[in-house]
């Protein structure tokens, strides 16, 4: 298996930290996700449809969108261990997608990126909408369980904190539950700072 990916990217981070974490072997290369796209590898470019990172090579497979990723990499390696078990997951990572992976990664890089800054009222939206997601994984979180979907760790905790271990960055507020959750996260076997891990 071969990752690509790059350090600023929360999606990549996903994918590697979970492979970190289940040890499943794999190589990985950054793309400078700065350059054209036209500059990029060739190998990338042929693995990565949208041309953005993460891309999987799997064997003769190309595996893209990070959460797609994830659900492969779970079924395959066994992760699930129900139908109703991969459901939950699935209905998570879809959430995530449209509402805390959206939000949080552009609040991001508005303050990490000169030519990502948005509009007053742009930024205005996003933080709504921030806070309102926070506050559901919040809610979750809230009965004291230590994962997303109980007492097992799943890909659906690598989905949501992904974006959520830069929160510092994006200068936004990390309600109580969300932060024990994540520096639980952070004590999983194959963790590392996201700029470490996907540097190269
Ligand atoms: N929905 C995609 C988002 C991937 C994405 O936005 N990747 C960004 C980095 S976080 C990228 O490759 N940007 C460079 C480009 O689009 O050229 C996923 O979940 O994998």
Redesign the pocket.
């Known amino acids: 298996m071969k990752l690509f990916g790059?350090p600023?990217?929360?999606?990549?981070f996903k994918v590697k930290f979970f492979l970190q974490w289940a040890n499943i072997e794999h190589d990985y290369e950054t793309i400078d996700?700065f350059l054209p796209?036209p500059h990029r590898p060739a190998e990338f470019l042929a693995a990565s449809k949208f041309?953005?990172?993460?891309a999987l090579i799997d064997g003769d497979k190309h595996l893209?969108?990070?959460?797609a990723i994830l659900l492969y990499l779970a079924e395959k390696h066994g992760h699930f261990d129900s139908k109703t078990n991969r459901q939950k997951n699935l209905e998570w990572l879809v959430w995530e997608?449209n509402k805390i992976g959206m939000c949080l990664?552009q609040l991001r890089a508005d303050k990490r990126f000169e030519d990502s800054q948005l509009s007053e009222g742009a930024r205005h939206w996003l933080l709504a909408r921030y806070t309102h997601d926070s506050g559901i994984i919040d809610a979750e979180l809230s009965d004291g369980r230590p994962f997303l979907l109980g007492d097992k760790i799943s890909i659906s905790d690598f989905s949501l904190s992904a974006y959520l271990m830069h929160a510092v960055e994006a200068e936004v507020e990390v309600p109580f539950h969300v932060g024990a959750w994540l520096d639980r996260l952070r004590t999983q076997n194959g963790w590392q700072h996201p700029y470490e891990m996907l540097a190269g």
């Open positions: 790059h600023d990217s929360g999606h990549a996700i796209r041309c953005e990172v993460p893209i969108q990070s959460n997608a990664p």
